[in-house]
């Protein structure tokens, strides 16, 4: 069997296009959906990360504001940064770009972010909305994989989803959106035993485990869905997922590649969430 490629790159590409026409009829209300990116320090990747989040806000018409902290401000300062936002009625979502440096607290700084504003879906409050099936926002990455199945015409419901990797970003709630849509999920870890007995269970298997080529074709069931989450450097500095590919897609009947596969659905998502809360402002 050889899998078919599951185009990410593509699939988001629609969804922004749909998120920008969403974005002009909100325009045309007098509503422009506006995102604040805090990025504390210099690092260099989150640089990048930031960058590309505020050049997808201005391609879709939406108001981005880039808030620049230096490495050393105090935990206080940055909360009441987050604070004077949350207020702001210019701003429908605040990211606070990860990781933070070592002194500042980022469970409190994840939980100072109004939920009505939390667009990466990692306040409790939203996370447990999420649990319950409750209107929130998702977080973006599962919430990409959830949207590139669908949009393949991948049914959910029944099969046998089996996470590998339970980080509170992309694990865990990506087997609650599974579990939400009717599918039997396994969560497997770093102290899972014999973890191929359980990956071979899988009629989808999910991998966000940040390790370069960890599944491999002994891992999967043939015909299996298998999305890889992970973005990985190998050891000659090429892009490279969780998943060796050329060997699995063999094995696959659908497969997400890397680059091109789950990565663009992250930001995608991102937008989508700040227009909600956008849209959902108006009403508020
Ligand atoms: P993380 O916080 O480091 O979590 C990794 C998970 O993998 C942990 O739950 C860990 O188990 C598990 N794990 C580690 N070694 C394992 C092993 N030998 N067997 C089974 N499980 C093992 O990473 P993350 O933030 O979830 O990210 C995972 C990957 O996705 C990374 O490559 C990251 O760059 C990528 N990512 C991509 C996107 C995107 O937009 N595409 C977004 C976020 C992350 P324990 O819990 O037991 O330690």
């Not at 409050?125 to 949207?147: A, D, E, H, K, S």
């Not at 960890?214 to 500095?237: L, P, S, Y």
């Amino acid at each position: 069997m050889t899998a078919v490629i599951i185009n990410g790159k593509e699939i988001a590409e629609k969804k922004k296009q749909e998120i920008a026409e969403e974005v002009k009829r909100l325009k045309s209300q007098g509503v422009t959906p506006g995102l604040a990116v805090i990025l504390v320090g210099n690092n260099h990747a989150s640089r990048t990360y930031v960058t590309n989040k505020q050049k997808t806000c201005q391609e879709l018409g939406m108001n981005s504001v880039l808030i620049e902290m230096p490495e050393e401000v105090s935990e206080d300062e940055l909360l009441s940064r987050i604070e004077e936002l949350n207020h702001d009625p210019q701003i429908h979502g605040i990211l606070v770009q990860l990781p933070l440096p070592a002194h500042i607290n980022e469970t409190k700084v994840i939980e100072s972010i109004s939920p009505n504003k939390d667009v990466d879906g990692f306040h409790p409050i939203n996370i447990g909305r999420m649990m319950t099936g409750q209107n929130t926002f998702l977080p973006c990455t599962p919430y990409g994989i959830m949207v590139l199945l669908e949009e393949t015409g991948i049914s959910i419901e029944g099969k046998h989803v089996v996470v590998v990797g339970r980080s509170n970003i992309v694990g865990k709630p990506a087997g609650q959106l599974f579990l939400n849509q009717h599918a039997t999920v396994t969560y497997c870890h770093s102290r899972t035993k014999d973890l191929k007995v359980h990956t071979k269970q899988a009629d989808i298997l999910v991998a966000a485990v940040g390790i370069p080529n960890f599944i491999t074709a002994d891992h999967v069931k043939e015909g299996a869905i298998v999305i890889d989450v992970g973005i990985n450097r190998n050891e000659a500095g090429k892009l490279c997922g969780d998943v060796a590919f050329d060997e699995v897609s063999k094995k696959a009947s659908y497969i997400t590649p890397v680059p091109k596969g789950v990565g663009p659905m992250t930001i995608t998502m991102l937008m989508y969430n700040t227009l909600k809360s956008a849209a959902e402002s108006i009403n508020r």
